[in-house]
């Protein structure tokens, strides 16, 4: 799995990337405001050492132990909650994509 492979994925279900690569992440969203910024509900993906990891701003951080699946998270959790940033991932993505929380992101 990439980077480039998700923000397509994302723009053909009709959402929205912005890539972070100072902190080293893509941040993914269901909407695009008139300025250009992202809204609606969003959260970011992060690829280190030891996996891919998702990351809310709750904080909640979380591996994701199939990456091949990161596309269809993302867009199974921004068609569920299009609306508002949830501050959490609700049980039907935790259990369906076998999400694994973590105390804190791994610094690596």
């Not at 992060?46 to 951080?61: D, E, I, K, V």
């Not at 979380?62 to 501050?87: F, G, K, M, S, V």
Request: net charge negative.
């Amino acid at each position: 799995m990439t980077y480039d492979a998700i923000k397509s994925a994302m723009e053909q279900a009709g959402f929205f990337t912005s890539h972070d690569a100072h902190v080293g992440r893509l941040i993914c969203a269901s909407m695009l405001r008139r300025e250009g910024g992202l809204t609606g509900n969003s959260f970011w993906i992060a690829q280190r050492q030891s996996g891919w990891f998702l990351g809310t701003w709750g904080p909640h951080f979380y591996r994701i132990p199939d990456p091949q699946r990161i596309p269809e998270l993302c867009a199974t959790w921004l068609r569920r909650q299009p609306r508002i940033t949830a501050a959490d991932v609700d049980d039907y993505i935790h259990g369906e994509f076998h999400l694994v929380e973590l105390e804190e992101f791994p610094d690596e």
